[in-house]
């Protein structure tokens, strides 16, 4: 599976973005997908993650009820809908893919896009 994500930019807080991830082949709906973020010296952390079917969805907190993650799996495109954004929002996102039912570990991911920089300047 190739992951190409886009959507990224540079806006102000409280402004609205959403990423793209699509992705390549004909087994997108059996993988886990997942976006992650890595600010300016900071690890790389789990933002939020959709089931396979879009039936589950699990987000960090500090994003619960400012972004949306959702799937199309007839287009083989997972997004991420961001608004509200805030300054310490600003990094480069990654979306992931996952053979397993894990949403938030790193390593757990099987397939990684390559990252769309966000920034949100306040």
């Known amino acids: 599976v190739q992951l190409q994500a886009s959507g990224g930019g540079s806006v102000q807080a409280g402004d609205s973005l959403r990423l793209s991830c699509a992705a390549s082949?004909?087994?997108?709906?059996?993988?886990?997908m997942s976006w992650f973020r890595q600010a300016p010296g900071k690890e790389r952390e789990f933002v939020a993650g959709?089931?396979?079917?879009?039936?589950?969805?699990d987000y960090t907190d500090s994003v619960k009820g400012r972004f949306t993650i959702s799937r199309d799996n007839a287009k083989n495109t997972v997004y991420l809908q961001m608004n509200s954004l805030k300054p310490e929002d600003t990094a480069v996102y990654y979306c992931?893919?996952?053979?397993?039912?894990?949403?938030?570990?790193?390593?757990?991911?099987?397939?990684w896009g390559k990252g769309t920089l966000v920034t949100v300047s306040s």
């Open positions: 082949g004909r087994t997108f709906s059996t993988y886990t």
């Open positions: 992931a893919a996952s053979r397993t039912v894990i949403f938030r570990t790193v390593g757990a991911m099987d397939y």
């Open positions: 959709i089931s396979r079917s879009s039936g589950g969805t």
